[in-house]
């Protein structure tokens, strides 16, 4: 009996032996396809990720070169000006045609431009749609006037070189006073600390708090970027960069201030709200109504002649009137154009003041103090680029330096590359 349950036993054994055999081998096949599987999906994963790293730099060499290439646009259409405006001591303004906004190839969008920052150009650089703007950075009031010792270096610099003289006085004008270059610091500097206390009014900020702002902007100037104002105490998100709502955008001190001019603001180029600001020191109840009237001059038509042929005969031709808008052409214009600013200047262009009259010293010197802080010509463009999608990455800005004549190159002094945030779109240029 226990010899047959023992070969009952070996006999079943033996039979399912192969059965087992064959399910560890499935088993093991299926643990090494799941292996294959899960390595296959990481390599294709990580094939994925490469390619499209490579893609998004490939992407991102492109709008940088597209970038560079904006930048020489850029230099040619500022040299292209200073040519065709007549080269030295040329006035700049709006209807320049670095400021015109005129597209390039892509076409009539129908945008008019805006006189408030100069129109937007539109190109198409290789693969990469471009969107940028030349932007006069005199339009603004110079933050670092406040660095006394920083501007007086450099206006120390400027009086070296004969290519940076002042242009001379027109026929009738008396002859400008050659001050000292650190005398002449001095009046920026302390005009400078007016000018942002009423820029600081305009942004409904209590005086007695902007006075408080404007000692702690000194104390921390010369500044690299107008991002280090959110340090100061007082001087938040909303006030530094401005807001936007239903109603608009409401501008912040980044709109009104700039680290890159040359000390002074042009009136053929600066915003009302920077105009109001210059006119309040000499001016206090009717700077607006001033500044509203360099605007209405500036957008005013100007007769320009031009001949064409009438419909009487063919070899006459009379003359007609092709609108263009006010350039100033010198800051002594004003007196011209708006008699109530001649004081600005001492009124003696006029000749209706007597001896006694040219030696006021309160009312000549802070008017002639004003004057010092006007132009109309400018030196420091930046400019801003915005690649479009897909190459909506970052966008890029640089500042360039024009000389008095087109024989000076123009210098490329900035180059900054930001990142935008995911969506692009609150940093995309757009026509006010």
């Known amino acids: 009996m226990g010899t047959e349950f023992a070969l009952v036993t070996f006999s079943v054994?033996?039979?399912?032996?192969?059965?087992?055999?064959?399910?560890?081998?499935?088993?093991?096949?299926?643990?090494?396809?799941?292996?294959?599987?899960?390595?296959?999906?990481?390599?294709?994963?990580?094939?994925?990720?490469?390619?499209?790293?490579?893609?998004?730099?490939?992407?991102?060499?492109?709008?940088?070169?597209?970038?560079?290439?904006?930048?020489?646009?850029?230099?040619?259409?500022?040299?292209?000006?200073?040519?065709?405006?007549?080269?030295?001591?040329?006035?700049?303004?709006?209807?320049?045609?670095?400021?015109?906004?005129?597209?390039?190839?892509?076409?009539?969008?129908?945008?008019?431009?805006?006189?408030?920052?100069?129109?937007?150009?539109?190109?198409?650089?290789?693969?990469?749609?471009?969107?940028?703007?030349?932007?006069?950075?005199?339009?603004?009031?110079?933050?670092?006037?406040?660095?006394?010792?920083?501007?007086?270096?450099?206006?120390?610099?400027?009086?070296?070189?004969?290519?940076?003289?002042?242009?001379?006085?027109?026929e009738g004008e008396p002859p400008k006073e050659k001050l000292d270059p650190k005398a002449l610091a001095e009046e920026r500097k302390e005009m400078t600390r007016g000018f942002i206390r009423e820029i600081l009014l305009q942004l409904d900020v209590e005086p007695g708090e902007g006075e408080d702002l404007v000692r702690a902007m000194e104390d921390g100037a010369p500044y690299h970027a107008l991002a280090e104002l959110a340090s100061i105490d007082g001087i938040t998100s909303r006030l530094l960069h401005g807001h936007t709502d239903e109603f608009g955008h409401h501008p912040g001190l980044a709109d009104f201030l700039t680290l890159h001019s040359m000390g002074e603001v042009n009136i053929n180029t600066a915003s009302r709200e920077v105009l109001i600001a210059c006119l309040s020191a000499r001016f206090p109840s009717q700077a607006a109504e001033y500044a509203d009237r360099i605007l209405d001059y500036r957008a005013s038509p100007v007769a320009v002649p031009v001949e064409k042929p009438t419909d009487e005969g063919e070899g006459e031709s009379q003359e007609s009137e092709v609108p263009r808008g006010g350039i100033f052409t010198s800051v002594d214009q004003l007196a011209r154009e708006i008699p109530e600013l001649a004081d600005i200047f001492g009124s003696l262009q006029a000749g209706s003041e007597t001896e006694e009259e040219r030696e006021g010293p309160d009312l000549l010197s802070e008017g002639e103090r004003l004057r010092r802080q006007l132009t109309v010509r400018s030196r420091l463009f930046s400019v801003r680029v915005i690649p479009g999608k897909p190459f909506l990455r970052k966008e890029y800005f640089f500042l360039l330096k024009r000389g008095l004549t087109p024989d000076i190159p123009i210098a490329l002094l900035l180059w900054e590359e930001r990142e935008l945030p995911p969506s692009g779109a609150p940093n995309s240029i757009e026509a006010d």
Request: aromatic share 6%.
């Open 13 to 170: 054994m033996k039979t399912q032996s192969p059965n087992l055999e064959r399910g560890i081998v499935l088993i093991i096949a299926l643990i090494v396809l799941a292996l294959l599987v899960v390595i296959s999906m990481q390599i294709s994963y990580t094939t994925t990720i490469d390619l499209k790293l490579v893609r998004n730099q490939g992407r991102e060499l492109k709008s940088y070169y597209a970038a560079r290439g904006v930048a020489t646009l850029a230099i040619a259409r500022l040299r292209e000006d200073l040519i065709e405006d007549g080269g030295l001591f040329a006035p700049d303004s709006y209807l320049d045609g670095w400021a015109s906004g005129e597209e390039s190839n892509e076409g009539d969008s129908g945008y008019e431009p805006e006189h408030d920052e100069g129109g937007i150009f539109r190109k198409t650089i290789g693969e990469v749609s471009i969107e940028y703007r030349i932007v006069d950075e005199a339009r603004k009031i110079c933050l670092n006037n406040l660095a006394l010792e920083e501007l007086y270096l450099a206006e120390s610099g400027q009086a070296q070189s004969p290519r940076e003289a002042e242009p001379p006085p027109e």
